[in-house]
Structure formats: C-alpha cells, structure tokens
C-alpha cells in the first residue's frame, strides 16, 4: 500500500513537470521572434505549431509554396523556428556559398537524430570535426583496408545461396562494422552479437519525429528513447574502455587513439557515437542501393562486371599466382588500386546518390547581418534557417534528362549533366561544406560492391524468393526529412560465381 502511494506520488510530480514545462514552451512559442522585413513571403500555418506539412508532406508542401511565390523563395515557420526555403539556380548558390550560413547548429536542431556534440560547445565541437578528418584521411584508412577486406570476406560468407537477402540489413550491418573499424574501437567490431546490438541502437537514434523537432525542449516520449539509446552506447563504450585502464589492454583503434591523448571516456564515446552516426546512416543504405540498381539494370550490371574481372586478372597476372581465387587477389589490392580502378562503380554509387538520398540541406545564419539570397531581392535574417531541397536539383529535368531513371552513364564525358550548373550535383556537399567522410565512403561501398560482383551472381527477389518484376520502388520522397529505404521490400537472391 505504501509502494502504491509512493508511487502515486512519483506519477503525479512527473506529470505536474511534464505539464509545466509545457506550458511554459508554449508560452514560449508564442514570443517567437518576428519576421524581419525582405524575408521572402511567410507560407500559411497554424498558430503556434507553423506549417506542420514541412515535415508531414514535405514535397508537396514545397512545391505548393514554390509555385505560389514570383521568386521561388518563401519562409514558413515550424514550431519555435522561422526558416527561410530556397529554391532555384541562384538562390542555391547563396546557400552553399555565404559564409555566414552555418551548417553544424542547423542539422542539429532541425534533423535532431544525430547526438548533439555542441552541447559539449562549439570549440569542442570543431576539434571533434577535425578529429573524424584525421581518421578518414588515406593513411589511416590504408592501415585499416586489412580488416575492410577481412569484414567484407566474412560478411559475404554468411550470405546463403539462393536464400533471399535483405540488402538494406545485410550490407548496412557491414558498412557498420567498417565504420567501427575506421571510426570506433575493435571490441564491437569483432563480436558479432555485440556488433548488431549496437547497430539497432544507433538505428533507434537516427529515428526522429516531426513531432520531437517541433517541440525540441519537451522531454517527448520519442525524445526519451533516444536518450536511452544513447546511454545504452555510452554504457558499452564506457565498459570497455575501464577494462582496458584496468587491465592496461591496448588496441590499434580509434578508441586507443582518443584514450592516448588524453580524452575522457564520456568525450570518446561521444565522439565514436557521433562519427559512427555519420559514417553509417546514409553510407550503409547507399551500399544497398548500388547492388539493387545493378541487379535491375543488366547492362551496367555487366559493365560493372567486367570491370571487376579486369582488375582481378591484371592483379593475378602481376603476382603470378593463377590458382588464387578472386577473393583471395582482392586482398593483394593497394590502397590507391581500391580508389582509382573501379570509376564504374563510383558512377553507379553517384547516381544512387542522386535518387535515393531524399531530404533537405540545413543552414543557420550566425552573422549579425542578412545574408542576400541572389536572384532576389529577399534575405535570410540572423538566426533565421534556411533550407533547400535537394530534389530541386537532382530530380530537375533540365538539367538530368529523365531524372528518376537511374542512369549512370549521365556523368560521363560528353553528357557530365551534373556540370550543366554550378552545385549541379550535391550528394558529396558542396562549396563551404563539402562531405568530410566522402573518402571513407566511396571507400567502404567500393569495396562491398566489388567484392560482391566477384564472388556472386544475383538478382532481384521478393522476401519469398519470387523474381522481382517490377521497377525498383523509390524512396518516399514526401516523408520526414526523406526516408532512405525503398517503399517496398526488395531482396538479392544469390548464388557463388563458378
């Protein structure tokens, strides 16, 4: 009865805060800042809440607005921020090129999956940039392709003949464990259950709500999960960081890097949670991506092919040894051999870039004048967002003909469509902000796709087996902040080449 009562009492305080803190960020709300003059014309919202359809019904929401305004460009509010759109050539220049446009304390507040590192402070925040630099660099990615290509052996070993494959697992559990091999600490890497484990968390962190954006100060349900999750990461990377103080265990990692020059362990498991989440989230659907695209497309399929065969058999020709099997010459490959002699692959990774990587680009303006949005005679206040669609671009079809056909052959010289404007192609960053880890990416989906062009033949199948007939689903392009998945569940059906 006293436990009952107790806990009656716990209930009621927590509910009596959750309430008051609520009231009092929707108080809140209702002071947000006002529109400053030349900002373009505000879209249609509700009070308080703004334009809820930028989350819920993105594109439509986009295309609606754009088509209503005589410059393409309008501003909206959602929740406690005014954010500015863009769109169009012009206007996209000003976003990737104005200084005064910060990407950092954007993404974080107007994504909110990734962990927030700058609430450790900007300056400790721009080390932990420089930080991942050093670890994607060449050098330090040359020293680890050993265990890249161990992982990437063993992972496809594990894969079934003629057993449907989800890709989207499958391969996203690869690209995961080489981030850990380049940007976290062996000790996951190498244990298969604790590896999947922590996937699923960094998985449950990537997921966010339109909801939790909106209400960014609540402590929301969704919110509280993924602090959870994070505490979880925290309290595995912390485990195994005492026992190797306690019993002076050392490793050739990143972890043992960071414990060398003196961070604290709450520091380095930030930083590793951080670098994994960025290394994987995009980079391990992508992965899939490319052998999906492949599978269905049987002429760059077979480009692909041979261009895998070529390098074997050049590389078998150099050692002398003929009786070694593909898997065992893509060992022999150098560092410089895995980045310039497969181009077909990278094209077929950019152009699955180009139609699967859905959402929007964020921006914060931290200087203390507006910045001009060109072509216009508009602004972004200070502290404003701004945003701009990434499907402006790459699915304009003035620029990419026929641009929801996947279609590698459109970066070649002659066509290079992508070079038709300037920030014509965005799926690496662009001008002030170019993607860090794009090294460490090609790196990681080269070697996946490669590797799986020389040991097997596949095809698509459904979760039964069945042939795949149908155009590959696209990713929901209307979703939050765009999905990175395909609509529909696809499989590889495969089977260990002769």
């Known amino acids: 009865m006293v436990a009952i009562t107790l806990f009656s009492g716990w209930l009621s305080s927590v509910a009596t805060l959750f309430v008051s803190t609520s009231l009092i960020y929707f108080l809140s709300l209702l002071r947000r800042a006002p529109w400053k003059h030349g900002a373009p014309k505000r879209a249609s919202g509700w009070p308080i809440v703004g334009s809820i359809d930028f989350y819920r019904c993105r594109q439509q929401f986009w295309r609606s607005e754009k088509n209503k305004s005589a410059s393409g460009q309008f501003s909206f509010s959602y929740g406690p921020f005014n954010i ?24 974080y507040k107007l994504y909110a999956a990734a962990p927030e590192i700058e609430f450790f402070g900007r300056d400790l925040a721009d080390t932990f940039l420089q930080t991942f630099k050093k670890f994607v660099q060449r050098d330090y990615l040359a020293a680890n392709l050993g265990n890249f290509v161990s992982d990437a052996s063993k992972s496809l070993a594990a894969i079934k003949p003629n057993v449907p494959m989800d890709p989207f697992e499958h391969v996203f559990l690869l690209i995961y464990q080489l981030s850990h091999r380049s940007l976290g600490c062996n000790d996951i890497a190498d244990d298969p259950k604790l590896l999947r484990y922590t996937m699923e968390i960094v998985r449950a962190i990537d997921w966010t709500s339109g909801f939790q954006i909106m209400f960014t100060g609540l402590p929301t349900i969704p919110r509280i999960k993924k602090y959870l999750a994070g505490l979880k990461l925290y309290r595995i990377m912390n485990k195994i960081l005492k026992e190797r103080q306690r019993t002076g265990r050392r490793d050739t990692d990143t972890m043992q890097v960071l414990m060398d020059q003196g961070y604290s362990n709450t520091l380095i498991s930030c930083f590793i949670v951080a670098g994994i989440f960025a290394a994987v989230t995009n980079t391990g659907n992508q ?36 009786d070694a099997t593909a898997l065992q010459i893509l060992q022999q490959l150098s560092m410089e051999s895995w980045e310039k002699d497969f181009p077909l692959v990278d094209l077929a990774l950019r152009e699955s870039i180009r139609l699967n990587m859905a959402g929007v680009s964020f921006r ?9 949005i060109a072509g216009s005679k508009e602004i972004i206040p200070p502290r404003t967002y701004a945003v701009y669609d990434m499907d402006d671009i790459h699915l304009d079809a003035s620029i990419y003909a026929d641009p929801r056909k996947w279609d590698p052959s459109r970066y ?25 880890g794009q090294r460490f990416a090609q790196l990681e989906v080269t070697l996946t796709t490669v590797m799986f062009m020389a040991n097997y033949d596949f095809q698509l199948c459904d979760k039964v087996g069945r042939q795949w ?3 590959l689903p696209f990713v929901d392009h209307d979703g939050l902040l765009g999905t990175k998945r395909p609509k529909e569940l696809v499989h590889l059906k495969c089977v260990p080449r002769a």
Do not use: I, M
């Open 412 to 436: 070649l010289p002659g066509r290079e469509e992508h070079k038709k404007q300037a920030h014509g192609y965005l799926g690496w960053g662009s001008g002030l902000h170019p993607c860090p």
């Open 84 to 107: 500015v759109a863009l769109s169009g050539h012009a206007a996209r220049e000003s976003f990737y090129a104005s200084r005064g446009l910060d990407l950092l304390p954007a993404f």
């Open 364 to 372: 914060l303006n931290v200087a203390p004048e507006n910045v001009e």
């Open 287 to 322: 992965a899939a991506w490319v052998l999906c695209h492949l599978a269905q497309n049987r002429d760059w399929y077979d480009r692909v092919r041979e261009e895998v065969d070529a390098v074997v058999a050049k590389q078998r020709q150099l050692t002398g040894d003929k």
């Open 469 to 471: 007939t149908e155009p």
